[in-house]
């Protein structure tokens, strides 16, 4: 099999798939025929990843003189047709956001490959790196599967594993991820031209997890969670959707903070009166150097280090502190507490 006689199209959108489209183009200059991504949107990030709107990939594609396809659906006739005319021996699929119908995966003579960021059957699902984040997991990885109908339910093709460093956010380590999944690709690819695959294997269902969508919403810090968790929670929300939560003190409204550093503490000191979870501890009474410390679910303080306020930038805990002091009774939560 050569590069010429494989005819590759790439399916993916956002930051995760740029790394993996631009080893394809140049492993296989001669082998990609086109792009197919979600319809360029201009809201920012709309996923729960980094994964942006279609535009990126675009720009890329038209930068090789490829053919590019952005439908709101892959799976309509008129989609399907576009994409048969292509002809396509593989699909890459990596990040597309979409649910292939059995149509679409019947399409490619060689059948679709996707590149998913976890160590399958771990993780099946749209958001595997935010999900092993806040698992604790000390360990990730990318696996190819050749796709089935079922969701991220295929043999796997290879897999490698890459560690989760302590300071890792779900966009650095899915940066890292992207990387391992294009140059895996490329070499998976070149043992098929070679024709020297070894067999595929099978997933083992019993060993299946989830790893669902990530909303806009999830972002809402519970502060009943432990401190381990609570700090584990805002790096799997970075970059989107962000942890966030709101400071309510007496007479004042409620304002929202994004909170994008926090660390775990010691334990609530010594004759600290009962409170609930998501109280404030005044400066004078937090660990010296962390003056925004939170009471948490467990007897341990959660230490909020940096944090963004609404409609202003990021800052430390002290520089918040010192054009907003905080008064006795200020407690974080939910907009609305009932």
Known sequence: MTDKATRLVMMGTGSFARPIFTALLEAFPQGVVGLVTQPSRHTG????????AGQPLVTLAQSHGLPV??????????????????QPDVLVVAAYGQILSPQVLAIPRWGAVNVHA??????????????????????????????TPQLDAGDILAQEAMPIEPDDSTGSLEARLAELGARLLVEWLQRLHRGNLPPPLPQDPAQATRAPKIRKSFGLIDWSQSPEYLERFVRAMQPWPTAYTFLHQP??????????????????????PPAPPG????????????????????????????????????MSAAEFLRGHPLYPGARLGPEQEH
């Not at 990030?45 to 942006?52: F, K, V, Y």
């Not at 993780?123 to 990318?142: E, K, S, W």
């Not at 948490?296 to 909020?304: E, N």
Request: hydrophobic residues 35%.
């Open 45 to 52: 990030q709309t996923r729960s990843t980094t994964r942006l």
């Open 69 to 86: 396809l952005q439908p709101e659906s892959i799976n309509t006739p008129e989609a399907r047709a576009e994409l048969e005319r292509w």
């Open 118 to 147: 976890s160590l399958l059957p771990r993780y099946r699902g749209a958001a595997p790196v935010a999900h092993a984040i806040l698992q604790g997991d000390t360990q990730t990885g990318v696996t190819l599967i050749r796709m």
């Open 251 to 272: 007479g004042r409204p409620p304002q929202r903070w994004i909170i994008t550093r926090l660390q775990v503490g010691p334990e609530v000191p010594e004759n600290t």
């Open 279 to 314: 109280t404030l501890l005044l400066p004078e009474e937090a660990p010296p150097g962390f003056p925004l410390a939170v009471r948490t679910g467990t007897d341990r303080l959660a230490l909020i280090t940096e944090l963004q306020p609404a409609g202003k930038r990021r």
